[in-house]
């Protein structure tokens, strides 16, 4: 699997950002899709994460602002961040998990939010 993320950017305070994933190889070894992110000095947190059943998740921090969602047809996940804060900059990787192999991450995408 790999997975290939787009859609970072610079945003003011209060703007908006998608970031999608789009995932390539054995697909059918996935079994969650998630969004973490890692802020300069600070460890990769969780922000989202989703399953092939629509079943999701949230970091407190981004409750009410984001959203995640998949699209299992075209392999994709999606992050919908809405009301974004200066806090919420960092570089944003997708992760998928899999049943048996260990985890597989995108790149990483840079979203920064100027105060």
């Known amino acids: 699997v790999q997975l290939q993320a787009s859609g970072g950017g610079l945003v003011q305070a209060g703007g908006s950002l998608r970031l999608s994933c789009i995932a390539s190889?054995?697909?059918?070894?996935?079994?969650?899709m998630g969004w973490y992110r890692q802020a300069p000095g600070k460890e990769r947190d969780l922000v989202a994460i989703i399953t092939p059943f629509g079943t999701t998740n949230y970091a407190e921090s981004v409750k009410g602002r984001f959203t995640i969602s998949g699209d299992n047809a075209k392999n994709a996940w999606y992050l919908q961040m809405n009301s974004l804060k200066a806090e919420d900059t960092a570089v944003y990787y997708c992760?998928?998990?899999?049943?048996?192999?260990?985890?597989?991450w995108g790149q990483g995408t840079l979203v920064t939010v100027s105060s």
């Open positions: 190889g054995v697909i059918s070894s996935i079994n969650a």
């Open positions: 992760n998928a998990r899999r049943y048996i192999e260990p985890p597989v």
